[in-house]
């Protein structure tokens, strides 16, 4: 089966700083979806990624996945406050199905 | 667009009773939806997928008598945790798949059920 590890597991920054989360799987990925979730709410659809070398960007973040589509990395510029939360990335199949990365807990200090 | 609502946010109950969730996409049809499950600090887990006219497709380890799974129109998913235990309490989830195409899930705002 499919496994998503996630780098770093927490991470604390100052308001202003930039930050990468990292997510690496152990296959060949059909697409890589970053979401975005607060303590005991739903997800927020932040990206989707599918082709090799492939970099999105959505106001201060952006997303990459490597040539081999088996790592891909969330970058944040200039944190905000509002940027904390839990990042996940997931791994998706043909078929629909996504395998969840363990998540990690982001926290922006003001 | 592209939202999905689920019913209720929240709902206690007492062991031996069944607890029926609701999962609607509001402004879009999705044939598939899928039911995941989230313990607390960990991440989701994949219940079932879940297919409009058809039954729905279980992960392994997942009891379908226990968790009765209902996709009757293009909109409505409907998960029932049937005799409820303590240990069923957990933060459920819902996405949906559009129709229309891409690949992309929209995720539901979740339910906390708690099982007295």
């Known amino acids: 089966s499919q496994e998503l590890e996630q780098s770093p597991q927490s991470l604390i920054v100052q308001e202003g700083k930039n930050l990468t989360i990292n997510c690496t799987s152990s296959?060949?990925?059909?697409?890589l979806y970053w979401y975005k979730q607060k303590y005991g709410e739903g997800l927020i659809f932040l990206m989707m990624l599918q082709k090799g070398g492939e970099e999105k960007s959505h106001e201060k973040i952006t997303a990459k996945l490597d040539e081999k589509k088996q790592q891909s990395s969330l970058h944040i510029t200039a944190s905000q406050p509002s940027h904390a939360g839990i990042y996940l990335c997931a791994g998706g199949t043909s078929y629909g199905k996504l395998t969840f990365g363990q998540g990690t807990i982001l926290t922006v200090h003001p | 667009g592209a939202v999905v609502s689920q019913h209720p946010s929240w709902v206690i109950c007492k062991s031996g009773t069944s607890v029926k969730i609701e999962c609607r996409s509001l402004d879009f049809q999705a044939t598939t939806m899928f039911w995941y499950r989230q313990f607390p600090k960990q991440s989701l887990m994949l219940m079932a997928t879940?297919?409009?006219?058809?039954?729905?497709?279980?992960e392994q380890g997942v009891e379908k008598d226990k968790f009765l799974i209902n996709h009757a129109s293009l909109t409505l998913s409907t998960l029932t945790v049937t005799s409820a235990h303590p240990e069923d309490s957990s933060f459920y989830i819902c996405?949906?798949?559009?129709?229309?195409?891409?690949?992309?899930?929209?995720f539901g705002p979740g339910t906390r059920l708690t099982v007295l």
């Open positions: 296959k060949t990925l059909y697409g």
């Open positions: 879940s297919n409009e006219g058809s039954k729905a497709t279980y």
């Open positions: 996405s949906a798949e559009p129709s229309s195409g891409g690949d992309t899930q929209y």
